[in-house]
């Protein structure tokens, strides 16, 4: 299906859905949707396949997705499929979310660098990397993982759980994939003398900074906006995935922001691109795309099939929500419409194959087909 090229600008909704109100509950017990609300998907079968995965000759699996490509002045450069339709950003808009932690002055406060500012808008593999960065700065700023709240998990990182393992080892707050975003909340709240315990849920100050700016920069009412707990249990605000593109397209270029959010913007992206293995990891698409295409193009993943991703030199952005969810596709969907809409060389295409046309291979490492573009 071709891209649709009108250059609409994206414009706030002026009837945003109201599914749930602003609320409030009690640390980790708010579920973000009225009891016996039901929320249905968008019909997604005219949406557009993305992604395909071949055994042999034949086409065993796809995965329809939409994708909109946005500049900084809100107009639609291209688009599949139903980009208006709600998406939760999930991990994706990490860099949206850590504004107010440079915006505040709670980064300069605490002299946090480019490699916390990193590590702000990461979903890290929980390497040693990542976990002592972070531990490090939580020791600066004088709290400890225990003040996180967004709970363990292991490593992703396989090498780094295996060896913890043989240590007997167990994974604490820092593995989290999100420990860097929840630092800077706690700093964040530190700075501005707000309460650390509860920084997660909807209503604490920190939440509603992020919300007003998240409202402000992607030129979306938020307030009836439907509204969930991530895996980090922080809320997920639900908003169109053109607003996603158009809120990340602004921080590419942020001339037309207030001065201290720009400022923000800049040193954000520049720490994004500066610091790959921190975004993600070494095995992590997003940290070998960037260092394939020297962090000319910045990516962020997020759960459930999401991805961003970011050109500064050109003040565009992308979003791509894969429709079932599949992580396996979502970043090789954000490269091809980058590729078709001419933003990758030939010889960036060349040098990204691996990522963006994964071989599947069986259990004794023979390939037997592949996870493609599918159009």
């Not at 993305?50 to 900084?72: D, F, M, P």
């Not at 759980?161 to 707050?173: N, S």
């Not at 169109?240 to 397209?249: C, D, K, R, V």
Request: aromatic residues 4%; charged residues 20%.
């Amino acid at each position: 299906m071709p891209p649709s090229l009108a250059c609409a600008p994206v414009m706030p909704d002026p009837n945003p859905p109201h599914i749930h109100g602003p609320g409030c509950g009690h640390h980790h017990h708010e579920l973000g949707l009225t009891d016996g609300v039901a929320v249905r998907l968008p019909d997604d079968s005219a949406n557009p396949i993305l992604i395909q995965v071949t055994r042999g000759g034949l086409v065993e699996s796809i995965h329809r997705g939409r994708a909109v490509v946005v500049g900084a002045d809100g107009h639609v450069l291209a688009s599949f499929g139903d980009v208006k339709a709600i998406t939760f950003p999930r991990s994706a808009n990490k860099a949206l979310q850590a504004l107010p932690l440079v915006e505040t002055g709670a980064a300069d406060a605490f002299g946090l660098g480019s490699e916390e500012l990193a590590l702000a808008c990461s979903s890290h593999d929980g390497e040693p990397i990542h976990t002592t960065r972070v531990a490090a700065w939580l020791s600066r700023i004088g709290l400890t993982q225990d003040h996180l709240e967004c709970g363990c998990h292991a490593p992703y990182s396989v090498p780094t759980w295996e060896a913890m393992l043989r240590r007997g080892e167990e994974p604490t707050t820092l593995h989290n994939n999100c420990s860097g975003k929840h630092a800077g909340m706690v700093t964040t709240a530190l700075h501005r003398g707000e309460a650390i315990r509860g920084y997660v849920n909807y209503q604490h100050r920190v939440q509603q900074r992020i919300l007003g700016v998240m409202e402000q920069v992607t030129a979306q009412d938020l307030t009836g906006a439907p509204w969930g707990i991530d895996g980090c249990s922080i809320p997920t605000i639900g908003l169109p995935l053109e607003a996603l593109a158009f809120g990340m397209a602004r921080m590419a270029d942020p001339q037309d922001l207030p001065s201290a959010r720009a400022d923000a913007a800049q040193r954000l992206l520049d720490a994004w691109g500066a610091h790959p293995e921190l975004v993600s990891g070494t095995e992590g698409f997003d940290t070998l795309f960037m260092q394939t295409v020297g962090s000319r193009i910045l990516s962020k993943a997020g759960a459930e099939g999401v991805s961003v991703g970011v050109i500064p030199e050109q003040g565009i952005a992308i979003a791509v929500k894969i429709d079932d969810g599949a992580k396996r596709a979502a970043g090789p969907a954000m490269a091809a419409v980058l590729r078709r809409l001419g933003m990758l060389s030939d010889a960036d295409w060349a040098a990204l194959q691996p990522l963006v046309n994964p071989a599947l291979r069986n259990r004794a490492g023979v390939k037997v087909g592949a996870v493609e573009a599918g159009f």
